[in-house]
């Protein structure tokens, strides 16, 4: 563990108190009146594809397209992923098989 | 109650089988960052939130504020505020139980309440409870057996975090499928990308999430133009989880066979 007891129970019930939060929101603020604003349906529908965008970007931010190697584990082992899912559209197989072709680049390949 | 958990029982077959390994890899990944089987459970019981679980183990490394581990739980989680409007009737009457409802509305049982309805016989509010212990069951369970799994795997681990970034790019793929403008899910790469560029890799969260909202807010009028109606989507992406543990159903079916 590199944070302390205290921190990582604040992590915990910080993330809990929020997502509880979003999925009582529309009991509380929404059941009286039934309608919900234009512009949260409009985040609603906009936000998920842009933040997936932006989380695979925050994952990938610490490869270097400079240093070996390159970034090529990651890009082979993403392409992977996205061939696998296009092909079998199988969640748990297209994760698999990407993770373990980019443990074996990583430890055998570009070591 | 035993009569509601038998019609509840079957219907939750396909969230058993993506909680539980997805559970498998969320506990893997935790106890690689230092938390046992007990931080796992709290986690998986108290937050019970797939795939914000796993970016979360990121935050245990250290390096994030609150504010900012706030901040992106809201953006990531954004899409829970639709799935009650739902249930607003659904669920009243169910006294302290609507709560925990409320609580346990995640994308799988979401989509799992909404196509499902209790069989003739059967209550309708203690079969909609069944359904949602059941999937908490998994999902906790799941993540303890890999987390003591983890505790007990000696190989080399190395690169096993890949697996977060895997499922990024799954649901990517099944999203870009789902909507009819793909101009949100660009602006969202490219956006994180110019950040990245500018501000560096330690500065990129919160200015990312900024911007994203901003622009869309700003360029509401030309993006509402290219997507089609909210409720459709919504359905859709209902959908769409909802085939993927079918085809995992019966792929497992199939291999079940041979």
Redesign the interface.
Known sequence: MMLTFGESVLIILVIAAITFGLRAAPFILFSRTGTTPPVITYLGKTLPPAVIGMLIVICLRDVSVFDAPHGIPELLSVAAVAILHLWRRNTLLSILGGTVLYMVLVQFVFV | MRQAFRAAFPVTIPVLL?YF??GI?FGLLFEK???NFI?TF??SL????GA?QF??VS????GYS?FQ??VM?????????????SF?DR?KGMGWK??YM??A?TDETYSLLCSRKAPDGADEKKFLLCIALLNQAYWVLGGVVGSLAGSLITF?????D????????????D??KA?SS?I??????G???AV?LIAG?DQ??IP??IL??LS??LA?KQ??AK?TD?SE??KE?AETVMD?VK??EK?KEGEGRK
Do not use: C
Request: charge should be negative.
């Open positions: 993506g390994s997805i890899a960052a230092g938390y931080w709290f986690m108290t937050v019970y939130a914000m970016i979360a935050f245990f490394y250290g609150l581990i706030a739980t809201l953006v990531i989680n954004f899409r829970h505020i639709f799935y009650g409007l607003l669920f609507k709560w409320v609580f509305l080399n681990t190395k690169g096993m890949f697996a977060m970034t895997a499922m990024f790019v799954v649901i990517f793929i999203q870009w909507y793909h949100p899910a660009l602006a969202g790469i956006i994180t990308v990245l890799p990129v969260v990312s999430i994203i909202v869309f807010l509401r993006i509402e997507m909210s989507l919504l992406d993927d085809t995992e792929e």
